[in-house]
């Protein structure tokens, strides 16, 4: 059988450990005919340490994109991809058309892809 397996080191369950899980599940799968492939990412901790730089300017290009969109605009992207609403709700709520909901999404979709 093939397995793929998330190695997530990280608060405490650090390298030391998982390194120890690696070896033994390599043994299980010797025994066994398992075949097993690891990928490891960061968790906790050092996720912050190595990826907070690149996560603090990705903030900052997507809020100094956001400021490229009217108000109106940036309402509706959040209606519609943080708050998770349909067309038809938010069309409603800003009591503009359906169809005023699919052109406003993608005019400011490509002011963002311009941005950026």
């Known amino acids: 059988m093939k397995?793929?397996?998330?190695?997530?080191?990280?608060?405490g369950v650090?390298?030391?450990?998982?390194?120890?899980?690696v070896k033994v599940l390599g043994a299980v799968g010797k025994r066994f005919g398992h075949d097993?492939?690891?990928?490891?990412?960061?968790?906790?901790?050092?996720?912050?340490d190595h990826h907070a730089l690149t996560a603090?300017?990705?903030?900052?290009?997507?809020?100094?994109?956001?400021?490229?969109?009217t108000a109106r605009?940036?309402?509706l992207l959040d209606l519609f991809y943080v708050q998770g609403k349909?067309?038809?709700?938010i069309a409603a709520e800003m009591g503009i058309?359906?169809?005023t909901v699919a052109r406003?999404?993608?005019?400011a979709l490509a002011k963002l892809r311009r941005a950026v």
């Not at 397995?3 to 608060?11: E, H, K, N, R, T």
């Not at 650090?14 to 899980?21: F, L, Y």
């Not at 406003?104 to 005019?107: F, G, I, L, R, V």
């Open 56 to 69: 603090i300017l990705d903030k900052l290009t997507v809020d100094g994109a956001l400021h490229h969109l």
């Open 104 to 107: 406003m999404k993608s005019d």
């Open 36 to 48: 097993f492939s690891f990928r490891e990412g960061d968790i906790g901790g050092i996720a912050i």
């Open 97 to 99: 058309a359906i169809g």
């Open 14 to 21: 650090g390298p030391e450990v998982t390194a120890e899980g």
């Open 86 to 89: 349909s067309y038809k709700e």
């Open 3 to 11: 397995f793929s397996i998330a190695v997530l080191p990280g608060d």
């Open 73 to 75: 605009e940036r309402l």
